[in-house]
């Protein structure tokens, strides 16, 4: 088996793998790191989204396909 | 029993003109194709496709839908020579499919090559676009998703190679559930409720709002979740070509490899009769549009008429026999590709148990809802907001500058599986272990004589011969390079090809 970083509490408990030490709980980044975070993805999609959006979304129009 | 198996990806990518949504899509789509082939140096309806083994009304249930009761979207099979079609070098077929370009992958038989080729056919899609982009003109643009947000939806089919032996019915029982509860881990995210985004809301999966049904032939209307066209482009009595038309097309390569390697488990299951316990989920159709509502993954459903479960919970069910199936039968030593699905399933599962938001680098839906969410927070935008549906939209873009998930990506913030250049390869060769081998190469090699192909034949028009020469490919894991690459080297000319092939076996039968 290939190397098992997560347990879910939903494991069999005769799986050898179970006595693994718990993995730390992941650590939150600090809020402002992830507000800047969050920041530097908002801006990347500002930079190149369709000025209009009402007209942009009126304009897509697709026939059903399969 | 492994993640591998032959499989493959067929998408049909949303087209539109900016400004002018009255453009004719079938028109359009044969454009696409056809850019795309002349500047490969082919001619669209050159190495056009062979028709002779398509049966799209042949149910796996065992009968035939009387053509004349067939809706005309269901009749694939009648050539229309307006209609643009050819078959790249990688063994892909590009062709116009109703109203959409598609691009349907070579067969492949791993979960990481599966989405490999569909990636090359983003970068197909993603060319034929620079390539109608003249100066002045509007352009063509395409998009990898499944619907407009306005009852139109379009799809994203899977194919596995399953065993004719396993009864229908048992594929039937085990894969509704699964189905109806992966989106949790696959689908792409949309924003919009309903089929015509009435309600306002973002969902996990494109496409689950346009199921109605648990099993039937249909693909273009009363979509069922389990889909029943038997069309197997093989050697009939042996395989089931399982033919998913349930799923999204997907960007985040961690989405698409689960997405294809726990299905495949899934059916390694359902064929080894490993699925010992009852799953069955009430009311189905129902059922999967509740968790696709649901971003917090706390919506239920009933399962085996007395215990509740979320999504997850589900998912961890199929997760726990697949694993324990695994360790009865090959203990700790799993191949590379196995390993590395059931990694990703734990993990992701842990993850969106955990926390759904924490999953944003790997799982589609997670990603568009975190950015949807920013803009939301920052500008305090509604769900109604046009700015969102444009997002939504703008996701798929296929252009690298102009695609919201594609820019995510460069940025890297999104877990890449499969690096570029393997992608770049894989837009012109064939994977080397199935007969997409011997179609691709023979394309590449002989691009004059191929008069035709398709997934089970390739026919040759050859200036020796008095009539078509169709070699059959009939055996998907034949035509292999290991099986014909040594004659496709030695041979100069395609008669000598099929000299060569006479006095050796066929490449496919």
């Known amino acids: 088996m290939a190397t098992q970083e997560h347990k879910s509490p939903q494991r069999r408990d005769a799986d050898p793998a179970d006595d693994a030490p718990e993995p730390a709980p992941a650590t939150a980044p600090a809020k402002q790191e992830l507000d800047s975070d969050i920041d530097s993805v908002l801006d990347e999609i500002d930079g190149v989204l369709e000025s209009n959006s009402e007209e942009f979304v009126r304009g897509f129009v697709q026939k059903g396909g399969q | ?509």
């Open chain 2, 1 to 509: 029993m492994t993640v591998r198996r032959v499989m493959g990806i067929e998408t049909e990518y949303g087209i539109s003109v900016p400004g002018d949504p009255t453009a004719n899509p079938m028109v359009l789509s044969g454009r696409v194709v056809t850019a795309y082939a002349t500047q490969q140096g082919m001619r669209a309806a050159r190495a056009g496709w062979d028709y002779e083994d398509e049966a799209p009304l042949r149910d796996a249930r065992g009968f035939d839908m009387a053509r004349a009761i067939a809706d005309p979207s269901q009749l694939t099979d009648e050539e229309d020579p307006t209609l643009a079609n050819v078959v790249l070098t990688n063994g892909a077929r590009l062709y116009v499919d109703h109203a959409h370009p598609e691009y349907s992958s070579p067969e492949v038989t791993t979960p990481r090559a599966a989405i490999t080729w569909d990636r090359a056919g983003e970068l197909v899609m993603r060319e034929a676009v620079g390539l109608l982009a003249a100066p002045g003109a509007p352009g063509v643009n395409l998009y990898k998703n499944n619907t407009d947000g306005k009852g139109a939806s379009y799809g994203t089919h899977e194919n596995y190679l399953m065993s004719r032996a396993t009864p229908f019915a048992d594929v039937v029982r085990h894969l509704i559930p699964f189905f109806v509860a992966r989106q949790v881990m696959c689908g792409s995210g949309r924003v919009g409720i309903g089929v015509e985004s009435t309600r306002p809301g973002f969902q996990l999966a494109q496409r689950s709002d346009f199921f109605e049904v648990e099993v039937g032939l249909e693909t273009t209307l009363k979509r069922p979740i389990i889909n029943t066209r038997d069309e197997p482009h093989a050697v009939a009595e042996r395989y089931r070509r399982l033919h998913v038309i349930i799923g999204d097309a997907n960007h985040s390569d961690v989405s698409n490899l689960l997405k294809l390697g726990t299905t495949s488990l899934v059916l390694g299951m359902i064929e080894a009769g490993a699925i010992t316990q009852d799953l069955t989920v009430d009311k189905p159709v129902e059922s999967l549009h509740r968790l696709s509502h649901d971003p917090t993954l706390k919506a239920t459903i009933e399962v085996a008429g007395r215990r509740t479960m979320t999504g997850v919970q589900l998912l961890w069910s199929y997760y726990e026999l697949a694993d324990a199936w695994l360790q009865q039968l090959y203990g700790g030593e799993l191949d590379p590709d196995t390993a590395e699905v059931m990694q990703r399933w734990e993990q992701v599962l842990t993850t969106l148990e955990r926390d759904p938001m924490d999953a944003a680098r790997e799982v589609d839906w997670v990603t568009k809802l975190q950015a949807l969410e920013g803009f939301r927070a920052r500008d305090g935008l509604e769900w109604s907001d046009p700015r969102l549906k444009a997002i939504d939209i703008q996701w798929s873009d296929v252009r690298a500058d102009k695609g919201l998930f594609n820019r995510l990506l460069a940025a890297g913030r999104v877990d890449q599986l499969v690096d570029d250049e393997t992608v770049r390869a894989a837009v012109t060769a064939p994977p080397e272990d199935t007969r997409a081998y011997f179609r691709g190469t023979c394309l590449a090699r002989f691009p004059h004589e191929v008069a035709a192909a398709s997934w089970d034949s390739v026919i040759f028009d050859v200036s020796s011969q008095p009539s078509l020469q169709r070699v059959p490919t009939l055996e998907p894991e034949r035509g292999t390079k290991s099986h014909v690459g040594g004659l496709l080297e030695q041979a100069d000319t395609a008669d000598e090809l099929l000299r060569l092939l006479a006095q050796d076996t066929p490449a496919g039968a």
